[in-house]
């Protein structure tokens, strides 16, 4: 076998002693020629001082990690992270006997050159397949469930049937885990642009439901005349055709093939949203109600399924921004559809649509996405209703992006200051009140001008007044 192609900067000041092996995940992808950045390198010796040297080297620092017996050496340099630790046993078998996967479980021997493949990992990268290394894996640490499916989510490959049965049987495990852990995996398999298959296999091994247990009431639970499906198996279809939506956003507005390519989007948007389209009905079950000709109804579910999913973003301890972009999603997602009930009543206004795009953003475009990907997924094959709402989701985000968003950006006509001196106010939440009817105002195309501002506040006042009295 030819020699890995090793970075520079670890070969050129790696110490003559101890023996230093690389080790799982950097090996795997060296073997697949993909370039990582991290490396783990395992030490048959001191790893405190090996790390002291290598450091010294690259003109670097150690930050150890981790607790006592367990301690990671952490060296950063040249735009490479090196995790330095000693061999997990009394051996490089044994420390490879202990890892999770086949695939991680090689080794590289920094100073022979040689490849230390105990398990056949190569062989299952070559067979693009994901297999345990012993069903224990899952004992010791039951985050190496979920990271199964990451993983075949992140190389394409498919978990072999012995490892899946084994996570059905310690499936009730994954509650174990710290919520960040659990976070890290899950945010980085729905990042995969086709995470669909694993999503699936995840819920036939059970672990679906285990990791979110709000979603098992969802199975079996019956629908009206506009869904084919259950509220779970509707959920599952849903997720796949968002995916397919995200793959083709660029189709609908130019502005989306770059939205996610950008921050603050680009780094956990999409993820987010699919993870909240998973989330998005479990509220379903629980507001069920079937009336006297055996049609079932669930009245405000989508608010119940944005307050049950509060519980799930606190367990995974999902950041601010993450929780409050589920949130918007879940709370509004049945909104599009409400326009266009409106719009068939013939009663729909610009000023309502505004009033959904101001509602929701900054994440107004994700609202929509899921609102495609939630339409798609009720329906075995398109009839015309589900073709029409397509269309009008679609017109929706052309509008948001090619006219509300380029007036959302302007200046505001006036400012609470002008409004406070112009009619003798004080501070108030009167005054936001004014603010918000006049921003409606404007981005209906209604007023241009801050006379006309000034002029619309006067009435508002007037009725305000004339109510009060």
């Not at 520079?8 to 003559?16: A, C, F, S, T, Y």
């Not at 009905?281 to 405000?300: C, L, M, N, W």
């Not at 119940?304 to 606190?314: G, K, L, P």
Request: hydrophobic share 40%.
């Amino acid at each position: 076998m030819p020699r890995l192609p090793l970075p520079d900067p670890l070969l050129q000041n790696l110490p003559p002693a101890p023996r230093a092996y690389l080790v799982g995940g950097a090996v795997r992808d060296l073997l697949m020629q993909r370039h990582p950045v991290d490396m783990d390198v395992a030490v048959d010796g001191d790893a405190a001082a090996f790390a002291g040297i290598m450091a010294e080297r690259l003109g670097a620092r150690v930050v150890p990690l981790g607790k006592p017996g367990q301690v990671t050496h952490r060296v950063t340099a040249q735009g490479m992270l090196i995790d330095i630790t000693g061999l997990a046993g009394e051996s490089l078998e044994s420390d490879l006997q202990r890892r999770d996967f086949t695939v991680n479980a090689m080794a590289y021997d920094l100073h022979d050159h040689q490849l230390i493949d105990l398990l056949d990992g190569r062989r299952d990268i070559e067979a693009g397949r994901i297999r345990m290394v012993a069903e224990q894996a899952f004992v010791d640490d039951p985050l190496r469930l979920l990271r199964a499916f990451r993983m075949a989510a992140v190389l394409d490959f498919t978990i072999q049937s012995q490892t899946l049965a084994a996570i059905q049987r310690h499936a009730h495990r994954i509650q174990h885990p710290a919520g960040e852990r659990l976070r890290a995996e899950l945010v980085e398999l729905l990042t995969c642009p086709a995470s669909t298959r694993q999503i699936r296999a995840m819920s036939a091994s059970g672990l679906l439901t285990r990791l979110i247990p709000e979603m098992a009431p969802m199975q079996d639970c019956g629908q009206n005349a506009h869904h084919d499906f259950d509220v779970y198996t509707h959920t599952l279809k849903a997720y796949a055709a968002l995916e397919g939506c995200l793959a083709t956003a660029g189709r609908l507005a130019g502005e989306l093939a770059k939205r996610y390519q950008q921050p603050p989007y680009r780094r956990t948007a999409p993820a987010i949203l699919k993870y909240a389209l998973l989330l998005h009905d479990i509220g379903k079950p629980a507001t069920r109600k079937v009336d006297a000709d055996g049609e079932a109804h669930f009245y405000d579910h989508a608010r119940r399924s944005a307050e049950m999913a509060e519980a799930v973003h606190t367990r995974l301890r999902l950041s601010k921004t993450e929780s409050e972009q589920a949130r918007i999603i879940i709370a509004n997602h049945d909104r599009p559809l409400s326009l266009l009930s409106a719009q068939r009543a013939e009663n729909l206004s610009r000023k309502g649509i505004n009033r959904l795009f101001r509602d929701c953003d900054p994440w107004t475009p994700e609202v929509l996405l899921h609102a495609l990907g939630d339409t798609l997924g009720k329906k075995k094959a398109p009839d015309a209703d589900l073709e029409t709402a397509l269309a009008f989701i679609k017109d929706l985000i052309r509008d948001y992006f090619n006219r509300y968003r380029p007036l959302a950006a302007c200046q505001p006509l006036v400012s609470g200051k002008d409004l406070m001196a112009r009619f003798d106010l004080k501070p108030s939440a009167l005054v936001g009140d004014l603010l918000n009817s006049i921003e409606e105002e404007r981005l209906a195309g209604r007023i241009t001008t801050p006379e006309h501002a000034l002029a619309h506040a006067a009435c508002y006042l007037a009725e305000q007044n004339h109510s009060t009295s």
